[in-house]
Nanobody, 120 residues
Framework: QVQVVETGGGLVQPGGSLRLSCAAS????????MGWYRQVPGKQRELVAR??????NYADSVKGRFTIFRGNAPHSIDLQMDGLKPEDTAVYYC???????????????WGQGTQVTVSS
């Protein structure tokens, strides 16, 4: 069993900042990547930022404004969001790709999602 728990999010004014945190726990043999996706009603879920080993990649829309980095706890990441815009409003989901045991295939696990609203 693997659990993915997100914290953070909320309401912020345009230009403001928020930090999201995500932690994975449970049976983890090999953690391949952790990242953040977001989704608005009627649209597909899209990648925001992803951390694979020491490599990061970002959606073009958030480059220079968002930063993904490893958290202090094992199997955790943070997403620092600065210069927030109304179009960043969405439900943000943490994604983890890992293997539970040496015999397990790599699988995706998702958090429950956290709402980020950017509005004046």
């Amino acid at each position: 069993q693997v659990q993915v728990v997100e914290t953070g999010g909320g309401l912020v004014q345009p230009g403001g900042s928020l930090r999201l945190s995500c932690a994975a726990s449970g049976m983890i043999f090999d953690l391949y990547s952790m990242g953040w996706y977001r989704q608005v009603p009627g649209k597909q879920r899209e990648l925001v930022a992803r951390l694979v080993s020491t490599s990061t990649n970002y959606a073009d829309s958030v480059k220079g404004r968002f930063t993904i980095f490893r958290g202090n706890a094992p199997h955790s990441i943070d997403l620092q969001m600065d210069g927030l815009k109304p179009e960043d409003t969405a439900v943000y989901y943490c994604n983890v790709q890992l293997r539970e045991t040496i015999l397990s295939p790599r699988r995706d696990y998702w958090g429950q999602g956290t709402q980020v609203t950017v509005s004046s």
